[in-house]
Nanobody
Framework: VQLVESGGGLVQPGGSLRLSCAASGLTFSSYVMRWFRQAPGSGKERELVARITTAGSGTNYADSVKGRFTISRDNAKNTVYLQMNSLKPEDTAVYYC?????????WGQGTQVTVSS
């Protein structure tokens, strides 16, 4: 199983980025997909940012990103996305995607997002 994130980078405050996570080696449509992030600094816990159900009909967001981030998925392409708008410096983190079916849990390697002027 492989999860490969892409789309991270350096962006100014107020800007936008779209992260992608391409999955292979699993029945993608059977997995709930989630985006987590881990901010720099020791002791920082990995934070759940957004979650989407298997068919894409249900989504949940952390309060800190509601109204700014949108999670979506394309089961035909085995890909989950995170559209991030109105980015703030506090959104700076490594972003990870996660696939979970209640039995197995798989992680990507992460992609760095830096929000700075």
């Amino acid at each position: 199983v492989q999860l490969v994130e892409s789309g991270g980078g350096l962006v100014q405050p107020g800007g936008s980025l779209r992260l992608s996570c391409a999955a292979s080696g699993l029945t993608f449509s059977s997995y709930v997909m989630r985006w987590f992030r881990q901010a720099p600094g020791s002791g920082k816990e990995r934070e759940l940012v957004a979650r989407i159900t298997t068919a894409g009909s249900g989504t949940n967001y952390a309060d800190s990103v509601k109204g700014r981030f949108t999670i979506s998925r394309d089961n035909a392409k085995n890909t989950v996305y995170l559209q991030m708008n109105s980015l703030k410096p506090e959104d700076t983190a490594v972003y990870y995607c996660d696939a979970n079916n209640g039995v197995y849990d798989y992680w990507g390697q992460g992609t760095q997002v830096t929000v700075s002027s």
